[in-house]
């Protein structure tokens, strides 16, 4: 099991990213896909999901600007952020729910991307 992520960096607020994370190891078994964030101090956070159906829910705080999607082909799935502010800064991981765990459920994380928003 492998995630890797991309797509990380600094911008402005108002500003656009796009997170990336490509995964491999555990095609046939995924029941969702999600992003998470950690702010400095603060908990690790849902921010937004995609199930096997293609249904996807967001965090109350993104709701409006950020997409999540997939991409069965390439074993990839996304984060598109739009209109990113101050508090969007934090390290987003990207984590796969799968059906059954094989192994440990650390090996279903991404490694963290730093999203930075200056004001």
């Known amino acids: 099991v492998q995630l890797v992520e991309s797509g990380g960096g600094l911008v402005q607020a108002g500003e656009s990213l796009k997170l990336s994370c490509a995964f491999s190891g555990i095609i046939a078994n995924i029941k969702k896909l999600r992003w998470y964030r950690q702010a400095p101090g603060q908990e690790r956070e849902l921010v937004a999901a995609i199930n096997d159906s293609g249904e996807t829910n967001y965090a109350a705080s993104v709701k409006g600007r950020f997409t999540v999607s997939r991409d069965g082909a390439k074993n990839s799935f996304y984060l598109q952020m739009h209109n990113l502010k101050p508090e969007d800064t934090a390290v987003y991981y990207c984590?796969?729910?799968?059906?059954?765990?094989?192994?440990?459920?650390?090996?279903?994380w991404g490694q963290g991307t730093q999203v930075t928003v200056s004001s």
């Open positions: 984590n796969v729910l799968p059906t059954t765990y094989y192994g440990s459920p650390n090996l279903y």
